[in-house]
Nanobody
């Protein structure tokens, strides 16, 4: 599975961005997709995840109610709609796919995209 993330950019606090993650290859072999983020000097952290079956979603507490993860029925694209952005959301955002169950830990994911920069100015 190959993942390509896009949609990052510079936005003012309170603004919105929509990230996309396009999957190619053996996408049927994955259980779901997730978004993680990594700010300078910090560890990569879980943001949101979605199962391919049933559309079940999971969110980190810091983004719940502001971010929405979704995916298409073909299991080839996942999106992260980010609203009410805050300066602390600034990070490189990575999409990831898991062969097994989706989870909130980096180690649960087998495939990673290249990352897209999100910068929120105050």
């Amino acid at each position: 599975v190959q993942l390509q993330a896009s949609g990052g950019g510079l936005v003012q606090a309170g603004g919105s961005l929509r990230l996309s993650c396009a999957a190619s290859g053996r996408t049927f072999s994955s259980a779901g997709m997730a978004w993680f983020r990594q700010a300078p000097g910090k560890e990569r952290e879980f943001v949101a995840a979605i199962r391919w079956s049933g559309y079940t979603t999971y969110y980190a507490g810091s983004v719940k109610g502001r971010f929405t993860i979704s995916r298409d029925s073909a299991k080839t694209t996942a999106w992260l709609q980010m609203n009410s952005l805050k300066p602390e959301d600034t990070a490189v955002y990575y999409c990831a796919a898991a062969r097994g169950s989706v989870a909130t830990t980096v180690g649960a994911y087998d495939y990673w995209g290249q990352g897209t920069q999100v910068t929120v100015s105050s």
